[in-house]
């Protein structure tokens, strides 16, 4: 992101609130307008983001905003959490810390699921909406979002693009992993081709090369490289989200974050607590942004921000639980 934009840009702000009455909406027929998809891209620290040409991201932060943000939950509290990836996964979608959710690194895992995720709430409260997971890591939707396990609510998922990583004859393994980017752009053109063509309410997208990369060579050329591709698959969700609001009536609500930073002295690593392993970022197309938007952030934020843009109302139980706030009016 070639930063002409920083965290001090003006903010865009409109009129437009959403209208609530405790946890009741008072206009339920909005839900069907508003959509939101959100694309985790996997291990860029905020300082390369901000360094490397990202005229996508770009292009969506100049339509809403762009934040440095945070992972990790408080320091040296029960709720801090590992900055690895599936906890920043679980994090966003569930709107808690690993106290709660219970998910404390990439196996073995066994998540708490009495703490909602946003497609449990989504399903559970506005059943008719539609959801959409589109991954280069199937354990995103078996087993984090637990698709289909009473312990999670039993949560259908509408549209899925995963299982890829276990394929191949379709995807052979290839050196560095290469394989796993030819995995993102198919990902990515399926998310494109299903929001175009179907428009789910919520949707995930899941793009994974970026931290391949990180952990093989660290700092490098070869990391920024997969940086400006992924910019260019993000291009190819965005270009699409763009053309189906151009022929629906629909709202349409873009987040672009990453899971964790990197390790300050090779960039290979990550797990702890070093401010560079902390600091990530945020990309929105939303024009509703408050001002704490600009203040530093957690991933455990954009669950209500998603709700909110949703206008799902959350049940007084769930909210309760949340250990994140909205950054959207």
Same mark, same amino acid.
């Given at each position: ?15 437009? @609130? ?14 069907? @307008? ?32 762009? $934040? ?14 590992? $900055?690895?990836?599936? =906890?920043? %996964?679980?994090?966003?979608? $569930?709107? *808690? ?20 995720? /946003? ?15 589109? +991954? ?5 939707? *078996?087993? /984090? ?5 009473? !312990?999670?609510?039993?949560?259908? &998922? ?7 990583? $276990? ?7 290839? #050196? ?6 030819? &995995? ?10 299903? &929001?175009?063509?179907?428009? =789910? !309410?919520?949707?995930?997208? %899941? ?12 700092? @490098?050329?070869?990391? !920024?490289?997969?940086?400006e591709v992924m910019d260019q698959l993000v291009g190819t969700v965005w270009s ?8 629906? +009536? ?12 990197? !390790? ?19 990309? *929105? ?13 957690? &991933?455990?934020?954009?669950y209500p921000s998603l709700a909110r843009h949703l206008r799902i109302p959350v #049940? ?5 639980? /949340? ?7």
């Amino acid at each position: 992101m070639t930063m002409t934009m920083t965290m001090t840009m003006t903010m865009t702000m409109t009129t437009a @609130s959403v209208a609530w009455a405790g946890n009741e909406m008072t206009n339920s027929t909005a839900v069907a @307008s508003n959509k939101a998809v959100f694309l985790i891209v996997d291990g860029i620290p905020a300082d390369v983001i901000e360094r490397v040409f990202t005229p996508n991201l770009d292009a969506i932060a100049k339509v809403g905003g762009y $934040t440095r943000a945070e992972v990790g939950g408080p320091l040296n509290d029960p709720a801090e959490t590992p $900055t690895v990836s599936a =906890p920043g %996964y679980m994090s966003l979608v $569930t709107g *808690t810390w690993a106290n709660k959710h219970n998910v404390y690194g990439n196996a073995d895992l066994a998540p708490n699921y009495d703490y909602w995720n /946003l497609f449990r709430l989504a399903k559970a409260v506005e059943p008719p909406l539609e959801t959409g997971i589109f +991954s280069t890591w199937t354990d995103n939707r *078996t087993i /984090l979002l637990g698709a289909g396990l009473a !312990d999670a609510g039993g949560v259908t &998922i509408d549209f899925v693009a995963d299982g890829f990583e $276990t394929d191949p004859q379709r995807f052979p393994h290839a #050196p560095q992993d290469r394989h796993i980017q030819a &995995i993102d752009r198919h990902v990515a053109a399926e998310a494109a081709r299903v &929001i175009e063509q179907q428009g =789910p !309410d919520l949707s995930w997208v %899941y793009l994974q090369y970026t931290d391949d990369v990180g952990h093989a060579l660290g700092d @490098s050329p070869e990391l !920024d490289a997969a940086v400006e591709v992924m910019d260019q698959l993000v291009g190819t969700v965005w270009s699409a989200v763009q053309a189906r609001a151009a022929t629906q +009536s629909e709202d349409w609500l873009i987040l672009v974050t990453t899971d964790h930073g990197r !390790d300050l002295h090779t960039g290979k690593d990550h797990g702890g607590q070093s401010e560079r392993e902390r600091t990530t970022w945020m990309v *929105t197309n939303s024009q509703r942004l408050l001002p704490s938007f600009y203040q530093h952030p957690a &991933i455990v934020d954009i669950y209500p921000s998603l709700a909110r843009h949703l206008r799902i109302p959350v #049940p007084a139980s769930v909210a309760a639980a /949340l250990d994140g706030r909205s950054f959207i009016e």
